[in-house]
């Protein structure tokens, strides 16, 4: 099955730099890699998606960009602020009905 | 709030004990999906229903069942309960079981003592 590897686990940046959270999948058939966003004791929250015939894609101060050849994507967050801190999740689905296969998270920290 | 809505929001119980969790999809949602994150195992999941109907399964365990009933609300449930399983369980809806975005419940923290 699908496997998703998620870097680094954490990762702090100080208010206003960038930060860049990188996933590897390992199925070629994978079509779709959404992001989520999830406070602490919340709910997982989509912040950004891609399909695979796109190669990147941009919302504010946030974008995802994908390497079907190399089966990576990776989440970019620019003008990071505090409220940025959470835990981010990549995640990859493949054929198989809507399932997705997580990576194991990378808690993000914005010091002001 | 995501419009999928999950009960109880806490649960703690005993090892051996059973428990149902419920889920209420998002209006219009025909997909129910149920994740499991442990601290240590981030997000895993366990099992998706369309309409009804079982559609994929992960590594969801013998132990564990679940369900969708025709006003396609959904439960799992969990048996013969062990320490291993304290763990928040999300519920997720979406529209179809195509290439849909996932929309979470709040989840329901279970703690077995």
């Known amino acids: 099955g699908e496997n998703v590897e998620q870097h680094p686990s954490t990762l702090s940046v100080q208010e206003g730099d960038s930060a860049v959270i990188k996933c590897t999948y390992s199925?070629?058939?994978?079509?779709?890699f959404p992001w989520y966003k999830q406070e602490l004791g919340k709910r997982p929250q989509l912040i950004i998606d891609i399909r695979s015939n796109v190669g990147e894609k941009k919302d504010q101060r946030i974008a995802v960009t994908l390497n079907k050849t190399a089966k990576h994507f990776s989440l970019h967050i620019t003008e990071t602020q505090p409220e940025d801190s959470a835990v981010y999740f990549c995640a990859a689905r493949g054929n198989a009905g809507n399932m997705l296969t997580f990576g194991g998270g990378t808690r993000l920290m914005v010091k002001p | 709030d995501s419009g999928v809505t999950q009960t109880p929001k806490h649960l703690i119980t005993a090892t051996g004990q059973r428990v149902t969790l419920r889920c209420s999809p998002r209006s219009g949602d025909l997909s129910v999906y149920w994740y499991q994150q442990s601290l240590d195992q981030g997000l895993q999941f366990l099992i998706q229903?369309?309409?009804?109907?079982?559609?994929a399964k992960g590594n969801i365990l013998e132990r564990f069942s679940a369900q969708q009933f025709p006003d396609l609300h959904s439960e799992l449930n969990l048996s013969s309960l062990e320490l291993g399983d304290s763990a928040l369980y999300f519920c997720?809806?979406?529209?179809?079981?195509?290439?849909?975005?996932?929309?979470f419940g709040a989840g329901t923290r279970l703690s077995v003592l």
């Open positions: 199925d070629s058939a994978s079509n779709y």
């Open positions: 997720a809806s979406s529209v179809g079981s195509g290439q849909n975005i996932q929309y």
């Open positions: 229903y369309y309409n009804g109907e079982e559609r």
